[in-house]
């Protein structure tokens, strides 16, 4: 068990060093392909190129994130970043809490941000999705769309949030929550941070 | 006689405003100039027809002036490869990893569109005795860094027929047109006409259509995502159509694309 928790440590560890050892392999292999006319190739090793690049930065949205809001600790082991070149950029996936909990994800770099924000910010669109689940509120100044999804099997609600930010669309799956304590814990998150990296 | 042609005028100049009633105005206006000057003369009348004509060429109904020409954009060089490159190299390395994405999406695009241009060169001229449009040539490839190269070139009898050839990468279209491919009821048919159909050209799965107003529409998916299609105005038959189509160099085209 020692030495599966050792050998798990050390992947982890590893991981992101190999993730930039293959930014700079894919990228000398871009130029040698380039230099040779070969451009096919070039074209394929600069999009692993971007796949790195999405998952480094995806990584460095995970650490800015806050281990803990209000009650609820981050689930670590549920980390998760997703490289998706090109139609969808990255998917980064955080958890909080257990029986009361929240999951976010965030998708970056998606050409399908820009579908959602034309329905936040039109209000003809935007009256036509509207219904008695579902509104649109404010997170640290970004429209965002929150829908109440039922209620978990304790008869306690459960919300979907849509936040589009900069490039960027974060989505919170929050169960067992009231609507306020959903928006609270949309506003813990650094969003204008993270969109600095993401943009 | 005099009072009569200038109500004439009156009526002109009340419908002057309306754009959309040009022509018609045009040809009333040429009868009131005639009008007049046969019963005046000289160009006695001459202002108020120029006035008209002025408040028609400076278009400035609703208030809003329309513009009338400019010098429009400069084709702008594509992105320097291996500067963009190098640039992504020093983001990454003062972890600027922003900076370095878009350093890779321009990169990709100035590869895309060397990629675009190299494949127009290899395009056969004539096909079936139309000549290339080289001014209608058009290679565009979108910052997503990913199957977004689009081709585009025109050949043409300097008539009204008409050969378009689009080659893209998109996946999400060429993913619209495997389901014609894969879906039985892609094939419409009835007891007499048919307008959809599948063939082949130089053994690659297509699917032909045809309509009377844009004439025949030949698609073949190439590989994953790459996609060709024909649009082909006033060609006697489907048999013009597949000629025109195997002239093409489609395995060139694939190996360029990096399909198999």
Redesign the interface.
């Known amino acids: 068990m020692r030495s599966f928790i050792i050998a798990v440590c050390f992947v982890t560890a590893g991981y992101p060093s190999i993730a930039q050892g293959d930014f700079k392999t894919q990228i000398a292999t871009a130029k040698k392909s380039y230099s040779a006319g070969k451009l096919e190739d070039t074209h394929f090793a600069l999009q692993q190129a971007l796949q790195e690049l999405d998952m480094i930065i995806g990584k460095e949205v995970l650490k800015i994130m806050p281990q803990k809001i209000d009650s609820l600790n981050a689930n670590p082991k549920d980390d998760h970043v997703a490289a998706n070149v090109g139609f969808v950029g990255a998917t980064i996936h955080r958890s909080y809490g257990t029986q009361r909990n929240a999951e976010v994800e965030i998708i970056n770099n998606s050409p399908m941000v820009n579908t959602l924000n034309a329905f936040l910010n039109s209000g003809m669109l935007g009256g036509m999705v509207r219904d008695e689940n579902t509104k649109v509120v404010k997170v640290q100044g970004y429209k965002s769309r929150l829908e109440k999804q039922g209620d978990n099997a304790n008869g306690k609600p459960n919300y979907h949030l849509q936040i589009p930010f900069s490039n960027a669309l974060m989505t919170v799956t929050a169960n067992g929550m009231t609507e306020e304590q959903v928006l609270a814990l949309a506003n813990s998150f650094p969003l204008q941070d993270i969109a600095k990296l993401v943009q | 006689m005099k009072k009569s042609v200038l109500l004439w005028l009156l009526f002109v100049c009340s419908f002057a405003v309306q754009p959309v009633r040009a022509q018609f105005l045009k040809k009333l206006k040429e009868k009131a100039n005639q009008a007049v000057n046969k019963t005046l003369g000289t160009g006695e009348t001459n202002s108020n027809a120029n006035s008209s004509s002025a408040s028609q060429d400076n278009n400035t109904y609703g208030g809003k002036p329309t513009n009338k020409g400019g010098g429009g954009l400069k084709n702008t060089t594509p992105p320097d490869?291996?500067q963009q490159?190098a640039d992504?190299?020093t983001a990454?390395t003062a972890a600027k990893?922003?900076d370095?994405?878009y350093s890779?999406?321009q990169?990709?695009v100035g590869?895309?569109i060397?990629?675009g241009r190299?494949i127009l060169k290899s395009l056969p001229n004539p096909v079936v005795a139309l000549e290339k449009d080289t001014t209608q040539d058009k290679v565009s490839s979108t910052q997503?860094?990913?199957?977004?190269l689009t081709i585009q070139r025109v050949y043409s009898d300097k008539k009204d027929k008409q050969l378009t050839v689009t080659i893209g990468n998109n996946?999400?279209y060429a993913g619209m047109a495997n389901l014609y491919f894969n879906n039985a009821y892609g094939v419409q048919a009835d007891a007499s006409n048919q307008n959809i159909k599948q063939t082949k050209v130089k053994g690659n799965k297509a699917i032909i259509q045809y309509e009377d107003s844009k004439g025949y529409t030949l698609m073949v998916s190439m590989g994953q995502s790459a996609m060709i299609v024909w649009e082909c105005i006033n060609f006697a038959d489907e048999n013009e159509v597949m000629a025109a189509a195997n002239s093409f160099d489609i395995d060139g085209i694939k190996?360029?694309?990096?399909e198999q």
């Open positions: 490869v291996q490159i992504a190299e990454h990893y922003s370095a994405r890779i999406q990169a990709l590869v895309e060397q990629l190299e997503w860094g990913w199957n977004n996946a999400l190996k360029s694309l990096g």
